[in-house]
């Protein structure tokens, strides 16, 4: 069983050279080799790695973009409550928003926790606004008018998602994770419910015993590679790193496996909050805090992955310590679980990041706004270029999500693998594109219908532009 769905590019490997004839030849045969082709299909594509870009020149740049702050949508005032709540997940069901967190309080004059850790429930219908409703499940002090689902094992880190498998039983249509801890079973639990609210051990087992789980541990049913997918902390000499395993049936679990970052630098990533992402779910997206040991100070940055294990991780944050507001503080700045959109709004992902952890009598839950596709774009100031490996064409559209700033542009050119332009496709065919899009169909004077199936590349001309996305949707009726 394998967690990869593409090989990666495989590296080309030139012989020893015995002359300056030789070596003339092998350039001359090298300058004749086509560049790779991709497959991309019908796909949304991203543009975090080199999958589907060829040549980029210096003045295009990948370009990370930080959300924009929101609004606090939770203030963890509650009794069974306090200043150490943490590892919120946030998932859109149908028309109802629904948020699971820690409850819990440290004592500062005493360096003890005042109460025991439970987990709490949240509902929304917008996203922004929440409600605590009394459930009367667990009892505490005396009552059961309060929010807790869950008391006992598990309630450190729990996390839970709806299961999308498509043969997932009505008293399992949620599933949740966690960890615990009792004597001599240490490790991840897992956890069903028929309404995201009563919940139930699915085995007195933990069911990964392998890694360290004092994090935010997640899963979620992946619906490329049709098996359910975990992510978890652990230990790598002594730096908090995270593993993943798949399961068929998420009680049986594969030997973990460590994430790996080409290029990246050797750091603490406390949590990781991986998913597919929703309009390519070819694709994996995660916002893993940074642990940054000096101060105890954490923040988000973000990465991505097409085969769920080696990620293009990037360095700045994306919520900064310095974004609003206190964040500065051990442990105040961590990015929830959650990437939903907000109802009538096409155009944004929200995200939640956490802030006052330690700092006062609660924590507080601040909702920040994405651009769909707006994690990472190809970003140029001054005019530049990027040419795509050769692909097979499979829509006759070509739809971009885009946004050109005053006095810019962008156009495209189709191109055939050896990089001549089509006649009807060449740049001077594409009207110039300025404003600022989601979704905008790129236009020439010849009709992509007449490519389908040939193999062709594309030309970007980008001139005070951003790139997010591209797509060949399916071939229109």
């Not at 973009?65 to 859109?92: F, K, M, Q, S």
Request: hydrophobic content about 35%; proline content about 6%.
């Amino acid at each position: 069983m394998t967690l990869e769905l593409f090989t990666r590019r495989a590296v080309l490997k030139s012989a020893a050279v015995g002359s300056l004839a030789s070596l003339v030849g092998r350039v001359a045969f090298a300058q004749k080799i086509k560049p790779a082709t991709v497959e991309i299909e019908n796909r949304l594509e991203l543009f975090f790695d080199s999958y589907l870009i060829d040549s980029m020149d210096e003045s295009i740049r990948r370009k990370i973009h930080e959300p924009t702050p929101g609004e606090v949508v939770l203030v963890t005032d509650a009794p069974w409550e306090g200043n150490t709540c943490a590892y919120y997940t946030i998932l859109r069901d149908g028309e109802t928003y629904r948020m699971y967190y820690r409850g819990s309080h440290y004592d500062t004059k005493t360096k003890m926790a005042a109460h025991r850790e439970v987990t709490c429930y949240a509902e929304s219908e917008d996203g922004i606004h929440w409600k605590k409703p009394n459930l009367g499940i667990i009892e505490w002090n005396g009552s059961n008018a309060n929010n807790i689902i869950l008391d006992g094992i598990g309630t450190h880190c729990f996390v839970a998602f709806q299961d999308a498998n498509p043969a997932c039983r009505g008293n399992a249509k949620y599933k949740g994770i966690s960890r615990g801890r009792p004597a001599g079973k240490k490790g991840l639990y897992v956890y069903r419910s028929p309404d995201g609210i009563h919940w139930e051990l699915i085995k007195d087992e933990p069911v990964i015993t392998d890694g360290a789980f004092d994090s935010q541990n997640l899963a979620f049913w992946d619906p490329v590679t049709r098996q359910y997918v975990e992510y978890h902390r652990t230990f790598i000499n002594g730096v908090r790193a995270i593993q993943t395993s798949v399961s068929d049936d998420f009680v049986h679990w594969t030997k973990p496996v460590h994430l790996r970052y080409p290029g990246a630098p050797n750091q603490h990533l406390y949590t990781n909050a991986i998913r597919p992402y929703p309009r390519a779910p070819h694709i994996r997206i995660g916002f893993p805090t940074r642990f940054l040991p000096e101060h105890s100070q954490v923040e988000p940055i973000f990465m991505a992955s097409r085969d769920g294990v080696v990620f293009d991780r990037f360095n700045d944050p994306v919520v900064p310590r310095t974004a609003p507001k206190d964040r500065m503080g051990n442990r105040s700045n961590y990015m929830a679980n959650g990437l939903v959109t907000m109802p009538g709004n096409d155009r944004e992902y929200a995200v939640y990041a956490t802030e006052a952890y330690y700092e006062g009598p609660n924590t507080r839950l601040r909702r920040f706004t994405y651009r769909v596709d707006g994690f990472i774009s190809l970003h140029a100031e001054d005019r530049g270029e990027m040419t795509t490996k050769p692909f097979k064409l499979a829509g006759d559209r070509c739809v971009v999500n885009y946004a050109v700033q005053a006095g810019g542009s962008m156009r495209v050119e189709v191109q055939d693998v050896t990089g001549t332009a089509l006649p009807g496709f060449e740049l001077a065919a594409c009207p110039a594109m300025n404003g600022d899009e989601i979704s905008e169909r790129v236009r020439w004077k010849g009709n992509l219908l007449d490519l389908i199936g040939k193999t062709v590349r594309l030309r970007f001309q980008l001139e005070n532009a951003d790139l997010y996305s591209l797509q060949f949707p399916p071939r229109s009726s």
